[in-house]
Nanobody, 123 residues
């Protein structure tokens, strides 16, 4: 079982940047695809970005693909989400999740989730 801990959230003005980190325990972390998801108040959790086990494949939600970058460092058991040009509509709790196999945009196929980190973008 992989345990995940997100960090790096906070309050930022529109146009600003944040880098989220998803740290994992467990020696098999490098075998997992990782996804970032977010959930705003009153809304369903939605896909943001995902990355394959070796970083060779990356996928993004259309509205973030020119602003966010997902990456990973398997030597540090960490996946990052660099978020630039943040907008108020990016405000949400951001969570990471892992699964064996290909990265996916579907919430339901991920096996383990972190607790999430709050991102608030002021206008």
């Amino acid at each position: 079982q992989v345990q995940l801990v997100e960090s790096g959230g906070g309050l930022v003005q529109a146009g600003g940047s944040l880098r989220l980190s998803c740290g994992a325990s467990g020696r098999t972390f490098s075998s997992y695809a990782v996804g970032w998801f977010r959930q705003a108040p009153g809304k369903e959790r939605e896909f943001v970005a995902s990355i394959s086990w070796n970083g060779g494949s990356k996928y993004y939600k259309e509205s973030v693909k020119d602003r966010f970058t997902i990456s990973r460092d398997n030597t540090k058991n960490t996946v990052y989400l660099q978020m630039n040009s943040l907008k108020p509509e990016d405000t949400a709790v951001y969570s990471c999740a892992v699964r064996f196999g290909a990265p996916s945009m579907s919430v339901g196929v991920y096996d383990s989730w972190g607790q999430g980190t709050q991102v608030t973008v002021s206008s």
